[in-house]
């Protein structure tokens, strides 16, 4: 496993997976590097033999202050093809955290702006403290928040998305829960491992096939509904009724017994 500068990745015993941002001097703001980092780091994930979650938290008093100013001044002066390739790589990491088959859960303790927002849109399950704040901050740099648009739009919808992608404007945790974007609010940042642990042990009595198959169900369905996705979603459950999980879980039941993968 690598050795990372900007993030810590950690696995317990258990199999559960922790990528920790760790510049606090910075804020935890994205660069070059972090982008890097953050998708190798997801890809050792994936690949992990029994991972059966991530959870992502950060160090200091902000979750993810958006753009690094470094980085910012080196890309002022990049042409247009360096600019591609780098937001390329932001979006490239951003598809790899959103569609990681593993459940994710995002911890946040303070602010997060720009970028820090897309990365926490793409979470499955969001507990942020009450102080957290939240801010598309783009349009005041004369920017777009482009990369992260289509996973933001997904948490709050177009509503919402129109209005804080043009006004910039700050908005608290319990606001960003009644957009969608967090899951739960906590009192303060001592409250989220002990409400981390509370969703996870959610996950703990469910087929792990299962629920990496119902996450990319819900990508899959986001469409009209019409006769080729009747079918599709027919086949979805017929397929799974005959895998192994789907019979253990169904005798299991049956039985009146814990199946096998309970942990």
Same mark, same amino acid.
């Given at each position: 496993?690598s050795?990372?500068?900007?993030?810590?990745?950690?696995?317990?015993?258990d199999?559960?997976?922790?990528?920790?941002l760790a510049?606090p001097?910075?804020?935890n703001?994205?660069?070059?590097?972090?982008?890097?980092e953050?998708?190798e780091?997801?890809?050792?994930?994936a690949?992990?033999?029994?991972?059966?979650?991530?959870?992502?938290e950060a160090?200091?008093k902000?979750?993810?202050? #958006?753009?690094d100013l &470094?980085?910012?001044k080196? %890309?002022?002066?990049?042409d247009r093809? =360096?600019?591609?390739?780098? $937001? @390329?790589?932001?979006?490239?990491?951003l598809r790899r955290l959103?569609?990681?088959?593993?459940p994710?859960?995002?911890?946040?303790q303070?602010?997060?702006y720009g970028g820090?927002?897309?990365?926490?849109?793409?979470?499955d399950?969001?507990?942020?403290?009450?102080?957290?704040?939240?801010t598309l901050t783009?349009?005041r740099?004369?920017l777009?928040?482009?990369?992260?648009?289509p996973?933001?739009v997904?948490a709050?919808?177009?509503?919402?998305?129109r209005r804080?992608?043009?006004?910039?404007?700050?908005f608290?945790?319990?606001?960003a829960?009644?957009? #969608?974007?967090?899951t &739960?609010?906590?009192?303060? %940042?001592?409250?989220l491992r002990?409400? =981390?642990?509370?969703?996870? $042990? @959610?996950?703990?009595?469910?087929?792990?096939g299962a629920?990496?198959?119902?996450?990319?169900?819900v990508?899959?369905v986001?469409?009209?509904v019409?006769?080729?996705?009747?079918?599709?979603?027919?086949r979805r459950?017929?397929?799974?009724?005959?895998?192994e999980?789907?019979r253990?879980?169904?005798?299991?039941?049956?039985e009146?017994?814990?199946p096998r993968w309970?942990?």
């Amino acid at each position: 496993m690598s050795e990372y500068r900007t993030i810590r990745l950690a696995f317990d015993e258990d199999g559960l997976a922790t990528i920790t941002l760790a510049r606090p001097e910075t804020h935890n703001a994205i660069s070059d590097i972090f982008i890097e980092e953050m998708s190798e780091a997801l890809e050792d994930v994936a690949n992990a033999d029994g991972a059966y979650a991530l959870v992502l938290e950060a160090e200091g008093k902000s979750f993810c202050a #958006g753009a690094d100013l &470094e980085w910012m001044k080196r %890309a002022a002066s990049y042409d247009r093809e =360096r600019n591609l390739e780098d $937001a @390329r790589a932001l979006g490239e990491m951003l598809r790899r955290l959103n569609f990681l088959t593993l459940p994710t859960i995002a911890l946040v303790q303070g602010p997060s702006y720009g970028g820090g927002v897309g990365v926490v849109a793409c979470c499955d399950i969001v507990i942020a403290a009450r102080d957290a704040a939240f801010t598309l901050t783009e349009v005041r740099l004369g920017l777009l928040p482009a990369t992260i648009s289509p996973y933001v739009v997904a948490a709050i919808g177009q509503r919402a998305a129109r209005r804080y992608f043009m006004t910039a404007e700050r908005f608290d945790a319990v606001e960003a829960q009644r957009l #969608g974007l967090v899951t &739960e609010v906590v009192e303060a %940042a001592s409250d989220l491992r002990p409400a =981390r642990d509370r969703a996870l $042990a @959610r996950f703990a009595t469910n087929a792990p096939g299962a629920i990496a198959d119902s996450k990319q169900l819900v990508f899959d369905v986001d469409r009209p509904v019409d006769a080729e996705l009747i079918e599709m979603t027919a086949r979805r459950i017929a397929d799974r009724r005959q895998t192994e999980e789907g019979r253990e879980g169904i005798a299991s039941f049956l039985e009146r017994r814990k199946p096998r993968w309970v942990r």
